[in-house]
């Protein structure tokens, strides 16, 4: 019997995967004006929800692994392997890489598991709930503007922060990642919707200039 690496599984795995905002991906490219205004999905991304007490044992274990959690409305915790994202006083998200999902041998969720053990919380897989849109230059900000009711100016709105609110009227949670990128965390039943939505509010940015 042949011998599998698992370098051939992952590669199979992942051939059979189709992300939710696919069929967009070549409107996205065409819709994007490099420095101006960009819109990609970046799929596949490990999300694992969490509930847990902040300053609790069981939150000191959870932090540990994510290296910490996130005080306040807004905040944005982790370390190099995850980013933690405050979404209530005991709800938290983690976004990973893709590669730290156990499907591919990952072992970020399992870890956070044995965090939890029998103590008061959760931690759900939600890799497949959600996808993630990467919005990102000069024009960022005022295709968002276009239909999310947060004050997104740079006064107010910070570089790593991260808050749940309504882009086109679809719930996302929003993280301002830079000062002209943002990540767009969509349900995965409501990607194409938004992303097209998205596509019609860069339009105006991404239409070359009439002589």
Not at 26 to 46: I, K, M, N
Not at 168 to 188: H, M, N, Y
Not at 204 to 209: F, G, I, L, T, W
Request: net charge negative.
């Amino acid at each position: 019997m042949a011998k599998t690496t698992a370098h051939t599984v992952r590669d199979n795995d992942l051939s059979r995967r189709t992300s939710p905002a696919a069929p967009l991906a070549d409107a996205f490219e065409a819709g994007s004006v490099a420095g101006v205004v960009e819109l990609r999905e970046e799929p596949f991304l490990t999300m694992v929800g969490l509930r847990v007490q902040h300053g609790t044992e069981v939150g000191d274990r959870i932090a540990a692994v994510t290296g910490g959690l996130p005080e306040a409305s807004g905040g944005v915790g982790g370390n190099d392997d995850c980013s933690v994202l405050w979404l209530g006083p005991t709800e938290f998200l983690v976004v990973a890489p893709m590669e730290a999902h156990e499907s591919l041998g990952g072992t970020l969720i399992q870890s956070l598991r044995d965090a939890l053990g029998d103590g008061e919380g959760q931690v759900v897989d939600l890799s497949a709930n959600r996808t993630t849109f990467e919005l990102t230059g000069s024009r960022s900000r005022a295709v968002l503007e276009k239909g999310c009711s947060l004050d997104l100016h740079p006064r107010v709105l910070k570089a790593g922060t991260a808050l749940s609110t309504e882009i086109g009227q679809i719930p996302v949670v929003l993280w301002k990642t830079g000062d002209e990128s943002f990540r767009i965390f969509p349900r995965a039943s409501f990607a194409d919707f938004l992303g097209r939505w998205l596509l019609d509010a860069m339009r105006e940015y991404a239409a070359p200039e009439v002589p």
